[in-house]
């Protein structure tokens, strides 16, 4: 029996904010954006939506492309940073009861950016498992919600998107998820956070400020762990499963920086040419980045069944991971 990505969907909201329009009321410029990150734009969820509605987007086309009803799925699992509510109920669940996935079980899984690998990885061993058939993996992300607007060393960089798959069982070869790489670095938990809020630092009346709850990065320390991540990633998958970059047809990146990817592309002599970019239009998605290149590449008629893909993700956590994949 063999795993593989049936189909894809995604959702982008049709709100588009470039950085000019931000640097109108923040101080920053399309100079400054562009020159350290490689975003040009975002795209920002209405705020009459939830995660849940953005992720049921993007799964109805992966459905339906996939030609999988909501009833024939077994499980639904939702990475994201951006529930729906604090702990719980789990935003799967809501995707599942509209969805009218009657026959699935649901729950979130919270590995930061690097959510959807993670989440492959886990849809593959249900269905190894051979009690399953037909899996909802959606990552969906409303970064803008949480993000502090009065802080532009982290504000300009997220965006909102969800990006879905089916993971299917298949009885031929040609497309599968072959090999994963899942990792954490929890020692640098402090680096991306929302502080307060939790049991660890509850909201305290009078005391607790919104920029308390709002997303915190330090940006350069995930800048030195992601380059590092995405160097022995690319690296150690390609050598334990005897590769050369010729095999493979894109990486397929976390979108989170440009230069990130750059730095690492240079520590491993590649051409920026092999990564798939779209960070330009969407920044930063956090765990819906890799679904969204992934859908991107579809659309563009640039995947083939049988394409060997190498997918890289790091973030909250810190987590990393990566993966090959047939596409
Ligand atoms: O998926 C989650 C993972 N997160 C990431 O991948 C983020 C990783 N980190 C980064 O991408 C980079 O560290 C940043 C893009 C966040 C920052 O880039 P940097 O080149 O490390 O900039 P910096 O923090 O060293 O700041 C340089 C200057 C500072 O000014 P001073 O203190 O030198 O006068 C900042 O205040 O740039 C200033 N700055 C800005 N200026 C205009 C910071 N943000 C902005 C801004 N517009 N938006």
Redesign the pocket.
Known sequence: MNAYIKSIGTYIPERRVTNDELAKT????DE??RS??GIGSRHIADKSMNTADIAIKAAEVALERGGVKAEELDMIILTTATPDYVGFPATACIVQDKLGASNAGAFDLTA??TGFVYGLEVAKNFLKSGHMKNILLVSAEMLTQIANWED??????FGDGAGAVVVSTSDDDISGIDDTILKADGSGSYA?ERKVGGVAHPYEEGKTTWADTALY?D??A??KF?VKVNTQLISSLMERNNLTIDDIKWIVP?Q??E??LQAAAKRLKLSMDKFFLNLEEYA?T?SASIPLALNDLYEKGELKRGDKLLLTG???GLTYGGAIIRW
């Open positions: 923040m101080d920053t410029s400054w954006i350290h990150t930061g950016c532009r060393n982290t504000a300009v960089l991306l990065m940006g350069q995930v800048y992601a976390h989170a920086n230069r990130i930063n956090s790091f973030g909250a």
